[in-house]
Nanobody, 126 residues
Framework: QSPLVESGGGLVQPGGSLRLSCAATRFTLGGYAIGWFRQAPGKDREGVSCISSGGSRTYYADSVKGRFTISRDNAANTVYLQMNSLEPEDTAVYYC???????????????????WGQGTQVTVSS
């Protein structure tokens, strides 16, 4: 079983909203930076948003800034990605990842994260 499990994906119309959740199955998320990444068919995996272990620092890719919000509830051992005003270009498999050493403040780089979930599909289409 993957150390992280994503949920909340699905099919939504343009302009709609979804909230993704990332839960840990084998460890406590507190103390780990968490990143959300996405990969569309034929494209590289890209960083969408990431959050520091305490939640005080966040980063958003320009393409989602103002539309997506990352948050974490360490007591619930879960990190969320609220996605509003979804666009067809947001269609992708979304992954969450965790790492104790990743620095949050600039672009979220997949290479900096050790633990990954299996992904959840988000499809934005009318």
């Amino acid at each position: 079983q993957s150390p992280l499990v994503e949920s909340g994906g699905g099919l939504v119309q343009p302009g709609g909203s979804l909230r993704l959740s990332c839960a840990a199955t084998r460890f406590t998320l507190g103390g780990y930076a968490i990143g959300w990444f996405r990969q569309a068919p034929g494209k590289d995996r890209e960083g969408v948003s990431c959050i520091s272990s305490g939640g005080s620092r966040t980063y958003y890719a320009d393409s989602v800034k103002g539309r997506f919000t990352i948050s974490r509830d360490n007591a619930a051992n879960t990190v969320y990605l609220q996605m509003n005003s979804l666009e067809p270009e947001d269609t992708a498999v979304y992954y969450c990842a965790a790492d104790m050493m990743a620095v949050v403040g600039g672009p979220c780089r997949p290479s900096e994260y050790d633990y990954w979930g299996q992904g959840t599909q988000v499809t934005v289409s009318s």
